[in-house]
């Protein structure tokens, strides 16, 4: 009798155990499938990224792609009008006798090249066309304060002083003529990187405008 109940209660523990290991491995289930759901299960991904994508894509059109017909006519006239800052840059070292001249010529060509690369590699990504190297014809798209290929030519025969204020005096309509490309650019462009660049021309070349007109006596 004693061994038959016995045997009755070790059936009767087996059998709760094995209903307690079925209500853990069921608990231990849900916990993983709401776990799942919660660190990038499917469930909550398609709630949480449904309702943000649309603006997240949105916001990332209008930060690198996004453009208008002024972002391609800042790019397309700043090129040449940069290319030609340059060159007037590059004939400093052997002309010029003031080391305030030649250190603005290297700070010049330093700020404007790269923006030369950046620029034509908007045009590109657009689908446009980047202005020939050469192609600027020294009074290009009638841009403002574009050199004429006479006031080349004379600024090329100068050197000592003479060079420094030629050089100085031309790169200051220079520098005006892209503040005001620049400025039509924050008024009526729509590429946001286009956008920031005009406002650092504007900040930049109007610094050195003031630096000039000091060289020239008249700050």
């Not at 307690?20 to 919660?38: E, P, R």
């Not at 798209?141 to 600024?155: D, N």
């Not at 309509?173 to 008024?187: C, D, I, P, S």
């Amino acid at each position: 009798m004693i061994r038959k109940r016995s045997l009755m209660h070790r059936t009767a523990v087996v059998a709760a155990a094995g209903t307690t290991a079925l209500v853990l491995a069921a608990c231990a289930g849900s916990g993983d499938d709401d776990g799942s759901a919660g660190h990038g299960g499917h469930a909550a991904t398609a709630s949480s990224s449904a309702p943000s994508s649309p603006s997240a894509s949105a916001s990332a059109s209008a930060a690198q792609g996004q453009h208008n017909a002024a972002d391609v006519a800042f790019a397309k006239g700043m090129i040449p009008h940069h290319r030609q800052a340059v060159e007037m840059a590059d004939l400093a070292p052997g002309r010029a006798r003031s080391a305030e001249v030649k250190k603005l010529a290297a700070d010049i060509k330093k700020a404007q090249d790269p923006e030369i690369r950046t620029l034509s590699g908007w045009l590109t990504s657009w689908g446009e066309d980047v202005p020939a190297e050469g192609a600027m014809d020294h009074s290009a798209h009638g841009m403002g304060g574009m050199m004429t290929a006479e006031e080349m030519t004379g600024l090329e025969n100068a050197s000592g002083t003479a060079f420094d204020t030629a050089f100085t005096e031309l790169m200051i309509k220079h520098h005006e003529g892209a503040v005001e490309m620049a400025r039509t650019e924050r008024a009526d462009g729509a590429h946001g990187p286009a956008k920031k660049m005009a406002g650092e021309i504007i900040d930049s070349q109007s610094a050195e405008i003031e630096q000039m007109n000091a060289l020239l006596g008249k700050g």
